[in-house]
C-alpha cells in the first residue's frame, strides 16, 4: 500500500527560496552603505579639527557591484597629512581616527547585515 503525503506551503517555501541570493545582495548593499555612513560620521567626531580641511576631505565610498566600501581620504591635497595624523611622525605623535571608527563600527556589522537580510526577505525587524 503505497502513502500519500501533502506538502502544503511547498511553493511558497520555493519561492522565498528564489528571493535569497537577490535579498542577500540587497542586504549587503544597505549594510555597506549603513557602515561606512558610520564609520566617516565616527571619524569626524575624532579627527583634529585645527583647520578644518582634514575633516571635510574625509568621504565613503561604497562599490556595490564587488561589495566593498571605504573611508577615508582621496583629496591628493590633504591625503599626506590625513596620513601623519593618523600615524604620526618623527616630530608629532599620531591621533588616530580612521582605525579606531572602523574599529567601533566593527561589532556592529553582522547585527545590520541579519536585520536589513531580514526585511528584504519580507520578514520585517
Avoid at 1 to 26: F, I, K, N, T, Y
Amino acid at each position: 500500500m503505497a502513502s500519500r503525503a501533502r506538502l502544503e506551503g511547498l511553493g511558497r517555501a520555493l519561492r522565498a527560496v528564489q528571493r535569497v541570493p537577490e535579498a542577500m545582495r540587497e542586504a549587503r548593499t544597505e549594510t555597506l552603505h549603513s557602515w561606512s555612513e558610520d564609520v566617516q560620521d565616527d571619524a569626524e567626531q575624532r579627527v583634529p579639527r585645527r583647520t578644518g580641511t582634514l575633516w571635510s576631505s574625509l568621504d565613503h565610498r561604497v562599490d556595490e557591484r564587488y561589495g566593498r566600501a571605504e573611508v577615508g581620504v582621496w583629496d591628493a591635497e590633504s591625503l599626506e597629512y590625513a596620513i601623519y595624523v593618523e600615524k604620526g611622525t618623527s616630530s608629532m605623535a599620531d591621533q588616530p581616527y580612521l582605525v579606531p571608527a572602523f574599529e567601533a563600527a566593527r561589532p556592529s556589522v553582522p547585527a545590520k547585515y541579519r536585520a536589513a537580510f531580514r526585511r528584504h526577505m519580507g520578514g520585517g525587524e
